[in-house]
Nanobody, 126 residues
Framework: EVQLQASGGGLMQPGDSLRLSCEASGFTFDDYAIGWFRQAPGKEREGVSCIDSSVGTTYYGRSVKGRFTISINNAKNTVYLQMNRLKPNDTAIYYC???????????????????WGQGTLVTVSS
């Protein structure tokens, strides 16, 4: 069965760091676009960071650029989202997603991804 499994969420304080993981099963990330998206209460799901696994090109949303880093461990078939200097408005359910259309990483839009994992909740609060 083809699926994505996101993990690593938790309750954090402002300024903390956290790493989310997204493990694929049933397929490998070769030549896929993989993305992290988030949805805060009452808001639409938005692209946080995406990567074109074929060339390694990355995209970051404006609000996370410079704080978050996306990376791939091909040996573990896992994509990570390293989140530093967390802020309260980073609070959301974070989802990982993938598509065989690797170029969709450049836009990192919800509509461009067709395989979704379950979300993992990140709460940033003092």
């Amino acid at each position: 069965e083809v699926q994505l499994q996101a993990s690593g969420g938790g309750l954090m304080q402002p300024g903390d760091s956290l790493r989310l993981s997204c493990e694929a099963s049933g397929f490998t990330f070769d030549d896929y676009a993989i993305g992290w998206f988030r949805q805060a209460p009452g808001k639409e799901r938005e692209g946080v960071s995406c990567i074109d696994s074929s060339v390694g090109t990355t995209y970051y949303g404006r609000s996370v650029k410079g704080r978050f880093t996306i990376s791939i461990n091909n040996a573990k078939n896992t994509v990570y989202l390293q989140m530093n200097r967390l802020k309260p408005n980073d609070t959301a359910i974070y989802y990982c997603a993938a598509t065989i259309h690797s170029g969709n990483a450049y836009w990192c839009e919800v509509s461009g991804f067709d395989l979704w994992g379950q979300g993992t909740l990140v709460t940033v609060s003092s």
